[in-house]
């Protein structure tokens, strides 16, 4: 099996077809993590998995699960919580807070997390670069102050948000994080959310399957335009939180 090496600073990806038949999707590796490289590799379909002796291991998976901002599908118990429970959903509040609390959260028949301190430098530069963005969850404290209880971050390049993790400290907190983090990227402009793999809870909130290809070409037309606006920071959405 060959793995290509990206020596520093060249940021020229191999095409990722070939790798998801003969590789199980490894496309190459590379032993930095530079912003240049993360903002070649995601229009490419390509993003960083995990890192191994100093080296990270960069993956394409197929088919793609994906999102159309606006076919979000809304479950009923969730909908009820929308409606009842007292919260906050703020946009690129606390980036780095997010990111290591997803970074900490426990995963189902995972040993650790992909989510080092390498990663997380490496998202936190690509935040202040604006292509990197957090939405958080905030339910009342005992003694009714708000407190971060869940929340998601992704990476944006022109209108493709590629979704990245996301953590919960309390019931339906990350839900709530994505359903109102959906809206908002909808109306800046976002055509599509990149789930990566389609797990039971991105399948909850309707994803579907695209082919490779058709994931590419996607990619192709939708990173190149801009958004109607930009994803901004602040409060997105409050119900009943004083």
């Known amino acids: 099996m060959h793995i290509p090496f990206l020596e520093p600073g060249n940021h020229r990806f191999p095409d990722p077809p070939p790798a998801l038949v003969e590789n199980d999707g490894l496309v190459c590796v590379s032993a930095d993590l530079a912003p240049a490289r993360l903002l070649a590799a995601y229009p490419r379909g390509i993003f960083p998995w995990f890192s191994q002796d100093n080296l990270h291991y960069w993956f394409a998976t197929a088919p793609r699960a994906v999102i159309e901002p606006g076919s979000l599908h809304i479950g009923r118990s969730l909908h009820k919580h929308l409606r009842n429970k007292p919260y906050r959903v703020t946009?690129?509040?606390?980036?780095?807070?997010?990111?290591?609390?997803?970074a900490a959260a426990p995963r189902p028949g995972q040993d650790?997390?992909?989510?080092?301190p390498e990663?997380?430098?490496?998202?936190?530069?690509?935040?202040?670069?604006?292509?990197?963005?957090?939405?958080?969850?905030?339910?009342?404290?005992?003694?009714?102050?708000?407190?971060?209880?869940?929340?998601?971050?992704g990476v944006q390049i022109g209108?493709?948000?590629f979704g990245e993790s996301m953590f919960a400290r309390r019931s339906n907190a990350s839900k709530t994080a994505f359903v109102h983090a959906a809206a908002h990227l909808q109306r800046c402009g976002i055509a599509l959310i990149d789930c990566q793999q389609n797990t039971d809870h991105m399948a909850r909130f309707g994803s579907r399957l695209l082919p490779f290809d058709d994931f590419q070409a996607a990619l192709d037309t939708l990173c190149g335009q801009e958004l109607r606006q930009d994803i901004g920071s602040g409060t997105l959405a409050e119900n009943r939180l004083a």
């Not at 946009?91 to 997803?102: G, L, Q, T």
């Not at 650790?112 to 080092?116: K, R």
């Not at 963005?133 to 404290?141: D, G, T």
Request: net charge negative; hydrophobic share 45%; glycine share 10%.
């Open 119 to 153: 990663f997380q430098a490496a998202y936190t530069a690509l935040h202040r670069l604006g292509h990197a963005h957090s939405f958080e969850c905030w339910y009342p404290a005992a003694d009714g102050t708000p407190e971060l209880a869940g929340g998601c971050y």
């Open 159 to 161: 209108r493709v948000f």
């Open 112 to 116: 650790g997390t992909w989510i080092e």
């Open 91 to 102: 946009a690129n509040r606390c980036f780095a807070e997010v990111i290591a609390a997803c």
